[in-house]
């Protein structure tokens, strides 16, 4: 049976000629037990008739925004979003696509994008030199960066009675891309995840502080993927210029202690824990209330301990699956073995700090992760990708008996 099966989807047409092509991925879907809604743009229906893709779904097509609905249904875009596993926009034109970058409201399409937390896979379709145009790059890579997938268009006879890029993507393709999205909301789903990320800030008076330099980009990612998946996901985030992500419930903290009691305030039946934060393990034992002059103090400032959340949280983890991070340069599974049991870990994830081009500043990561009795390397990769990888070997260490991981 088809992962789309009894899913909720919609489908986005937009106004290119590759609209005809659509109706045969609506069948399709249709066919393998999918519930489709078409929303077309207006553009969308100088190509094909709404009427089309109503026979092809058997549900109704939408083509404005101020449509007029009954009950629990009357807020159009929101119940199309809120009721969807997943997006398809195709074809997207690359107005579609400047449009849904920039977070354009005025149509239903546009506002259904809003609203929706779920995965969106886009199929774009145009001219070759349209699809190379810098703001097309660019607008495609800000679809890419808020976890959309693009189903890049392929060589082929354009509309233009010519050969090149921009021919939208073959049915097989675009639909096997909405089955992986739709796949991976499936394993979190109903789960409640708790991630901690960035770093904490230790002040020594009103505008001085101790801090590390973690900018919070892997945890950020830990939680976007994890919201992808399906879970709840509450972020519990040191102070960063990072946006967090859409679909996450964020929770901003400043210090060691106010991440620790963000956390054990979520503590209670979350699946699980990854605690990506670089946490300051000191704070000033005293906290200046006014700005520290000079001339005033004994230039030495006493650390005490702050409490460690991992740890805490694995003294009484229950059923909750915990992951911890570690930062080494010598020794490293070692160390990381030691944290793993230390800390009652089911899974530790090493950067290896001695390494260049990794880690804390930059866009892309390398990983060693251990668990009891195995251990992976996720080989240099974004960011982003270093997250999935984890989140899948999470769901194959959950789904293994005990101690046949
Ligand atoms: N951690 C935490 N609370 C702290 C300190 C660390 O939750 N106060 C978590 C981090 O989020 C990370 C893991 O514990 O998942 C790191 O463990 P730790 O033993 O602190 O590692 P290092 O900071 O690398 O420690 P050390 O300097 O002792 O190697």
Redesign the pocket.
């Known amino acids: 049976m088809s992962v789309l099966a009894g899913r909720s989807l919609v489908v986005g047409v937009c106004g290119g000629i590759a609209a005809y092509k659509v109706a045969g991925i609506v069948s399709t879907l249709a066919q393998r037990g999918a519930d489709v809604h078409v929303v077309m743009t207006e553009a969308a229906q100088r190509f094909v008739a709404p009427l089309t893709f109503h026979a092809l779904s058997a549900n109704r097509v939408h083509t404005s925004l101020w449509e007029m609905r009954a009950r629990e249904d009357h807020v159009l875009h929101i119940a199309l979003a809120h009721r969807a596993a997943a997006l398809l926009i195709a074809p997207a034109t690359a107005d579609a696509i400047a449009k849904l970058a920039h977070g354009y409201a005025e149509d239903l399409l546009g506002a259904v994008a809003l609203a929706a937390t779920c995965p969106a896979v886009v199929a774009p379709a145009m001219n070759t030199s349209m699809w190379e145009h810098p703001a097309v790059r660019a607008n495609v890579a800000a679809l890419r960066a808020r976890g959309w997938t693009i189903v890049d268009p392929e060589s082929g006879f354009l509309a233009e009675r010519q050969q090149g890029v921009g021919r939208m993507a073959a049915e097989e393709r675009i639909i096997g891309a909405l089955e992986e999205a739709v796949a991976r909301t499936r394993e979190l789903e109903g789960q409640r995840v708790i991630v901690?990320a960035g770093p904490?800030r230790e002040a020594i008076d009103p505008v001085r502080f101790i801090s590390n330099a973690s900018s919070g980009a892997m945890g950020i990612e830990l939680a976007r993927e994890a919201a992808l998946r399906g879970a709840q996901v509450d972020l519990v985030l040191g102070p960063t210029h990072l946006e967090p992500p859409h679909g996450v419930r964020t929770h901003r903290v400043e210090s060691?202690r106010e991440?620790?009691e963000g956390?054990m305030a979520l503590r209670e039946g979350a699946d699980a824990f990854v605690?990506?934060?670089?946490?300051?393990?000191w704070r000033p034992a005293v906290a200046y209330d006014q700005k520290v002059k000079k001339g005033d103090v004994d230039p030495v400032i006493r650390l005490e301990r702050?409490?460690?959340?991992?740890?805490?949280?694995g003294r009484r983890k229950g059923t909750t699956f915990l992951?911890?991070?570690?930062?080494?340069t010598q020794d490293v599974e070692r160390?990381a073995r030691e944290?793993l049991i230390?800390?009652a870990l089911d899974l530790?994830c090493v950067n290896d700090v001695s390494r260049p081009g990794i880690g804390f500043a930059s866009s892309e990561n390398e990983m060693l992760l251990i668990w009891r009795d195995g251990s992976e390397a996720l080989p240099r990769a974004s960011k982003r990708e270093i997250a999935a990888r984890i989140w899948d070997r999470v769901a194959v260490l959950r789904a293994a008996p005990k101690g046949e991981s």
């Open positions: 901690t904490t060691a991440m620790h956390v605690a990506s934060a670089a946490v300051a393990d702050n409490p460690d959340v991992l740890a805490e949280f992951v911890g991070f570690a930062a080494e160390h944290k230390g800390k530790i």
